[in-house]
């Protein structure tokens, strides 16, 4: 069987598909950052017009890439929320249309369930239970994952998803959008002493976040600096090593309530190396596993969603013939699915 995934929620366009015998049998992608990056952000309009164009080309190339052809597709999958409602629609509409014309089923994909799927799309996929840490550019969240789609939210934030605060920080720094890449890069040349910014909320007995307060943080430490390169270096390393500890902080309080020892990180924050450097070393002095989706799967693709919609279309849940988007979707609404029915593709 294989599933046709498409990704379109915010500013990439994603296709891949996901064979259930092979995995993985293609992925193309189209990142509009280029085109954002002059406005310093996503421009709504902007990205649904964009997917429009690329969307028809990318499932081509997909297909190509795995030798393959329509007819061979069992469904089609795409990211039906949350995200922007243009970006979404576009992915909807396509989606909706070509199984409808192919006479094949369409899936709805929650984009956060893609996300923490994305690990398994790597060799060594983590067994269930786990704690599942999601910190994208809209969502940070602390998650106990009993099987697919049985989601407890034990925290999130409550102001700045942790991206937000990696691009809002680098905007103050002078950094192009989307931040994140860039900070870390300029973090690596900084002095992990020169500031010593709060780890937000560590003092609570919750897993919430808050990052809103670190920003102010690094908005004052800017303001009294001499600006000079070191230093904003410095400032984008003492920035990160906050966000580092506080995340690791915060899972390790998750594991501990719930008497897990098996961590899995996903989400486009989820790509940065000292942010894996840190919670590799919180799961190996826990003596537990940790997984993450290499770097290309931790921010926005069609693989996840691929791979989300197998597991969705094994479990009979098919979308009804309304093109439907969900701009805000809360993970606690997916049904959970029993392992039988799911294990051979995930653990193959
Ligand atoms: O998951 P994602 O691609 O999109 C959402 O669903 O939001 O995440 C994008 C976010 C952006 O805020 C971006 O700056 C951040 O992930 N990001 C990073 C890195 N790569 C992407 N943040 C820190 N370090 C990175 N290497
Ligand atoms: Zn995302």
């Known amino acids: 069987m294989k599933v046709l995934g498409i990704e379109s929620s915010c500013d990439e366009t994603g296709v891949a598909i996901y064979d259930s015998d092979k995995g993985l049998v293609a992925h193309a992608l189209h990142s509009q950052i280029a085109m954002h990056a002059q406005y ?76 923490l799927l994305a690990p398994m799309l790597e060799d060594n996929p983590p067994a269930f239970p786990f704690v599942a ?54 973090a690596q040349n900084g002095d992990s002493k020169a500031y010593h910014f ?16 670190l920003k102010t943080a690094v908005l004052n430490a800017l303001n009294k600096s001499d600006k000079s390169a070191q230093t904003q ?46 919670l590799t070393n919180l799961m190996h002095k826990r003596g537990g596993e940790i997984f993450f989706a290499r770097k290309e799967f931790c921010t926005d693709n069609g693989a996840m969603i691929a791979l989300a919609g197998m597991v969705r279309y094994l479990n009979a849940e098919y979308a009804s013939l309304e093109v439907n988007v969900h701009p805000r979707w809360p993970l606690s609404m997916l049904k959970a699915i029993e392992q039988d029915k799911v294990k051979n593709i995930l653990y193959r």
């Open 40 to 115: 310093g952000g996503v421009v709504p309009e902007l990205a649904s017009r964009d997917h429009i164009k690329r969307i028809i080309p990318l499932i081509n190339q997909a297909l190509q890439e795995a030798n393959t052809s329509l007819d061979e597709i069992n469904a089609i999958a795409y990211t039906s929320g949350p995200g922007l409602i243009g970006a979404l629609l576009v992915g909807a509409m396509e989606a909706r249309a070509l199984a409808y014309a192919l006479g094949i089923k369409a899936i709805e994909v929650h984009h956060m369930e893609g996300h």
């Open 133 to 186: 840490l999601l910190v994208s550019g809209g969502h940070t969240m602390l998650i106990k994952v009993e099987k697919i789609g049985s989601y407890e939210i034990l925290g999130e934030s409550v102001d700045d998803a942790a991206g937000e605060a990696f691009d809002k920080t680098a905007k103050l720094l002078g950094l192009p959008y989307p931040g994140g890449p860039h900070l870390e890069k300029l």
């Open 198 to 213: 709060p780890r937000p909320m560590l003092d609570r007995d919750n897993c919430d976040f808050s990052f809103a307060g």
């Open 233 to 278: 270096a410095n400032i984008a390393r003492c920035f990160s090593d906050a966000v580092a500890d506080t995340l690791s902080a915060k899972c390790n309080k998750a594991l501990k309530q719930c008497g897990y020892n098996r961590l899995v990180v996903a989400g486009g924050v989820s790509a940065n190396s000292a942010i894996r450097e840190s």
